[in-house]
């Protein structure tokens, strides 16, 4: 009887682990970058950055180097009822390329979650208004 309730008591006590540490693997991705970007109205270098979601559509961007960080709040795009069970299969960024050089995030992913929108930035409405050619930009993460 004693070794049922220590089994029993021992699972009940590594769910919750096991939930959690499924729970950060959707919640995060690595992404290399080999163009700089604009994300809101901060310029991003080049490089490989782990990209985080936060509560309250909070996103966090960080650098490995350590040398560029980012905080922001982005939109979810997929939150009505139809489509808010749908889970983005694989964790990617979106960006629009202005001619051959001006990158801007418009757009991620995170496997197993929401994709998330970005508002087109002050910077890249000069773009716009210029009448830039313009390309989307799709980069996969890990």
Known sequence: MRVRILISLMVLLLVPVFAAA????????????????????????????????????????????????????AIPKNVDRRTAALAEPVAKMVFRRYGTHAYFLTELSLEGAHTWALQASPMEGEYQRAGVGVTRVVVAGK
């Not at 693997?25 to 080999?34: T, W």
């Not at 270098?45 to 980012?70: F, M, Q």
């Open 22 to 73: 499924q729970t950060q693997f959707h919640d995060q991705m690595r992404i290399d970058l080999p163009f700089g970007f604009v994300a809101g109205e901060q310029r991003m270098p080049a490089g490989t950055y782990i990209v985080t979601e936060r509560e309250g559509n909070g996103i966090v961007l960080r650098s490995l180097d350590g040398k560029a960080n980012l905080q922001f709040i």
